[in-house]
């Protein structure tokens, strides 16, 4: 064993503390007793799911979630769906303003979220869509469509031709072509878009604080705060919550990991 990989070694046991030590804390935390919570320990002084069931049962944590899902999960499936039309005909299809369109996506991305949070406000109340999961969905992809749209357009952009025309050459109609064709060798960027729609919209908060003023379409970003109190915090239902709000992630990354593998597999055969 030499110094260079003993340097190595030390150096990645360093980095995998530096990561997983918050999220540990996040954990041993949550299932410390609810009179330990505060205490600062690398393991629990006592093992207990009160935490937990606390957050669920006091907290109502479990409309907050419900709500998390159906917004994320919507925003997921319709930002695909757009992104997906929208990237086809910006890299095959030659139209009027298609320049202008690229370079509009491309301004959207560059203005901060904060200095939409009034007009966005103010058009969502004149529309009536304040205190709506649906409205939130409605801002959400508005900001992952031109993000997804870009990404999506290169992976298109990919794809020979050659491809399509051969498609066209055996009969295949323009639907049949997409799905058969152009859908499979697309897909890994469709997923890695998803991921990118998913992550915003579970973790966004100042447009559901601003847009919600009903308890029951809390999303669980804005639920954590009430355990923010202005004299002390309880610590064990914030991290219990924080446990909560990372499984769907953690899930959701997994699941489109893999599926991003096959994707990169099966469109390098199908290529």
Do not use: C
Not at 88 to 95: G, K, S, T
């Amino acid at each position: 064993m030499t110094i260079r990989s003993v340097g190595k070694g030390v150096g990645v046991a360093a980095v995998l503390a530096f990561t997983l030590l918050p999220v540990w804390m996040m954990v041993s935390t949550s299932l410390n007793g609810r009179a330990n919570a505060g205490s600062r320990t690398l393991w629990p002084d006592s093992w207990t799911f009160d935490n937990f069931t606390y957050v669920f049962r006091e907290g109502g944590f479990g409309t907050y979630l419900l709500n998390s899902l159906i917004v994320a999960i919507a925003t997921v499936i319709i930002s695909a769906a757009l992104a997906m039309l929208a990237a086809v005909a910006v890299a095959r299809f030659r139209f009027r303003f298609r320049t202008s369109v690229l370079v509009m996506v491309l301004i959207i991305q560059m203005v901060p979220l904060e200095a939409l949070v009034i007009p966005l406000f103010v058009q969502a109340r004149n529309l009536g869509m304040l205190n709506s999961l649906m409205g939130l969905v409605i801002v959400y992809l508005a900001f992952s469509l031109p993000f997804a749209i870009w990404t999506l357009r290169g992976f298109v952009a990919a794809v020979p031709v050659e491809l399509e025309e051969a498609a066209f050459l055996d009969g295949a109609s323009w639907w049949r072509m997409f799905w058969s064709v152009l859908f499979p060798l697309v897909a890994p960027g469709l997923v890695a878009t998803s991921v990118f729609s998913f992550i915003t919209a579970w973790n966004e908060f100042i447009f559901a604080l601003t847009f919600m003023s009903q308890d029951d379409n809390y999303t669980v970003a804005v639920g954590l705060r009430q355990f923010f109190g202005q004299h002390g915090t309880d610590w064990g239902s914030v991290m219990a919550a924080s446990t909560i709000i990372t499984i769907p992630v953690m899930i959701f990354f997994i699941i489109a990991q893999k599926r991003l593998t096959d994707g990169l597999v099966a469109g390098a055969v199908k290529g």
